[in-house]
């Protein structure tokens, strides 16, 4: 890619990122299907940022550091989110806080078991048209020596 293509691409990501940004900053109301499509082009604009910053730091840090924290910053809202809900639950046990952190739990790994790794088969198959080998547990229990 020529240098023009690489800043038109950071100009796009940003100016994705800029409405979700302001309608979170000044706390404007707006219908919700304008909300959903402005917020989920301002996580688009953002994960291409997060991407060309993780493929910056490898010039740095090892890949494996860099993809540990991409990994961490893509994960922790998610965490972050359950951890309040379990916090509720022991403040407020009469409450419905307790089925909310099961739910939020139970459904994102749901989504990371059941599409993410589901799609990392498939790009491998796609990529390289050989079947994706399982690791037998023969080979890595017992421990060796044991």
Known sequence: MTKTKYLMSMVIAVTLTVPGFILWLFQ??????????????????????????????????????????????AVLPEYAVDMYFTWQAGQNPQGDYARYAIANMTGANRLIIGIAWAMVVGIFWLKTKRPVASLSLSVIWPPAGE
């Open 28 to 73: 404007v109301e707006i219908d919700p299907p304008a909300v959903a499509v402005i917020t989920g082009a301002a996580i688009l604009g953002a994960s291409f940022m997060l991407l060309w910053a993780c493929e910056t730091a490898q010039k740095d840090i090892s890949q494996a550091l860099a993809l540990a924290v991409v990994a961490l910053i």
